[in-house]
């Protein structure tokens, strides 16, 4: 089967290597007898609902974000519509921030958002950075984190997970990102799923749902052992280090 990703701004929001969760994606599903067809949106491009399984939007920094922000909020109609019809998404970082309603950035810059996550995020003066273990329904998830950005989800808005080790969505709830149907947002780069393949997987199964108007599908298991050790020792940095401002 040929799973349609749309890759929002590749030449923009690509910090930290985010890309690479493309080429798990396309691994991953080729691994199990599929195909990956990526296409690129960029500036002014069209988002057409129902052309797309999986949408993924990168991190980038304010200077980006500024950039691109005006013109994907143009595209919350269409994007929402997706979302609406099933499609999948994974929105890091930047790219997490301006999929909630707005980010004011460092030098006080609004940017408007998308308004799909029910959450604002505001810049503080320190960051946070460092590598993050998290405690999600869909097993744990480790990764790295660093923005400046502090998120707040709304009452009653679902959170990837809890903080284990590090600082999350704002370095005090102890949410971190943000769950919507078939949406994930967060924080965590390093990129994010070579260490987290179930991840990865639950996001491939929505999208096959998506594309066969069905239920998520079983997928084959892989070995996994490469991905369980650098999953493991990122696990034990955050436990050791925790995040640092
Ligand atoms: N510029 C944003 C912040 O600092 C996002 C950074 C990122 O994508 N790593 O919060």
Redesign the pocket.
């Known amino acids: 089967m040929k799973i349609r990703v749309a890759h929002l701004y590749p030449d923009y929001l690509n910090?930290?290597a985010d890309r690479g969760n493309i080429a798990v994606f396309d691994r991953r599903a080729s691994w199990r007898g599929h195909e990956l067809d990526v296409d690129a949106i960029g500036m002014g491009d069209a988002i057409v609902p129902g052309a797309h399984d999986l949408y993924y939007v990168g991190?980038?920094?304010?200077r980006e974000?500024l950039l691109v922000a005006p013109d994907l909020a143009a595209k919350a109609g269409p994007l929402r519509e997706a979302l609406d019809g099933g499609a999948a998404l994974l929105a890091v970082?930047?790219g997490y921030?301006l999929l909630g309603r707005g980010y004011r950035?460092?030098h006080g810059e609004d940017m408007p958002g998308v308004g799909l996550f029910p959450l604002e995020t505001v810049?503080g003066d320190t960051?946070m950075i460092g590598d993050v273990l998290l405690e999600t329904e869909l097993g744990p998830v480790a990764g790295f984190e660093?923005?400046?950005?502090r998120t707040k989800l709304d009452p009653g808005a679902t959170p990837l997970g809890r903080v284990v080790a590090g600082f999350g969505n704002d370095g005090e709830s102890g949410f971190e990102g943000c769950r919507l149907e078939r949406a994930i947002g967060t924080y965590l780069?390093g990129p994010l799923l070579p260490r987290n393949p179930h991840l990865a997987d639950w996001l491939l199964a929505q999208a096959l749902a998506h594309r066969t108007c069905g239920e998520p599908p079983e997928l084959a298991p892989l070995s996994d052992e490469l991905e369980a050790e650098a999953r493991r020792v990122s696990a034990e940095r955050a436990h050791a280090r925790g995040g640092r401002r």
Request: hydrophobic share 20%; aromatic share 10%.
């Open positions: 910090i930290y991190g980038g920094q304010d974000q970082c930047g921030q950035g460092f810049a960051r660093n923005h400046a950005g780069h």
